[in-house]
């Protein structure tokens, strides 16, 4: 009688992906706090509650979690995006969804903004050597550029807008305000990190984006 190893097979995977995801989280948040450079796998193992021998069986070494980590990132977000159904909702208040989803998710996950300063004190090697990362990321400016045809076609758009050129300004807009609010604020000697301070930012920025697009 053959015995099926499907039930045991399956719960070992469950453990496995568990494992993982534990080790992922434990591990952003360590070079969220750290960088790559002053992260360790110590730390990382004690965060987790794992033997630091499993995080090794799953990843070779700190640079492949950290490969794992920014995919794993990019992968959240983009999952969070794909749940906008920009796609399903007139251009311009396509747009406006998506400024105000970048913005919020910034501010509700500051930990991605400090990974991306960390992959980019590297010159982003990690992201290069991922194809994951770029199958992720390319989806968005593709559903971006069928939203700027639309709008164009129905007339609300006008032409030549670059998809990829008004995602990073998009994303420019939030970013550099949240990663330099300490500096901007000592500079201007105002509290950009007010509920009124936030508000008329995300104002701002939806203007500056529609503004552009829109056809006069």
């Known amino acids: 009688m053959t015995r099926d190893t499907t ?3 399956e719960e070992r995977q469950r453990d496995a992906d568990r494992s993982q995801g534990t080790i992922l989280a434990a591990a952003r948040d360590e070079f969220a ?3 790559l450079g002053g992260a360790r ?3 990382i193992a004690e965060r987790a509650g794992l033997n630091k021998r499993l995080i ?3 990843f070779s070494d700190k640079e492949a979690l950290f490969q794992a980590v920014l995919e794993q990132a990019y992968r959240d977000i983009r999952e969070q995006e794909r749940r906008l159904n920009l796609l399903d909702v007139p251009p311009a208040e396509a747009l406006r969804k998506l400024v105000e989803f970048t913005w919020n998710y910034y501010l509700a996950h500051p930990e991605f903004l400090t990974l ?7 010159r982003a090697r990690h992201l290069q050597q991922s194809e994951r990362a770029r199958q992720m990321n390319s989806p968005l400016i ?3 550029a069928e939203i700027l045809e639309r709008g164009r ?3 609300t758009f006008r032409g030549g807008v670059d998809p990829l050129q008004l995602y990073v300004s998009i994303a420019g807009l939030s970013y550099f305000y949240l990663s330099n ?9 105002r509290d950009l990190m007010t509920p009124k301070a936030k508000h008329e930012r995300l104002t701002h920025m939806c203007d500056v984006i529609l503004g552009y697009v829109l056809r006069a």
């Open 41 to 43: 796998m110590d730390r």
């Open 7 to 9: 039930p045991v097979t």
């Open 153 to 155: 076609k129905e007339g």
């Open 116 to 122: 991306l300063n960390s992959a980019n004190l590297h």
């Open 181 to 189: 609010n300490h500096t901007l604020g000592a500079i201007f000697g």
């Open 56 to 58: 090794y069986y799953y």
């Open 142 to 144: 593709e559903m971006l």
């Open 33 to 35: 706090e750290y960088g």
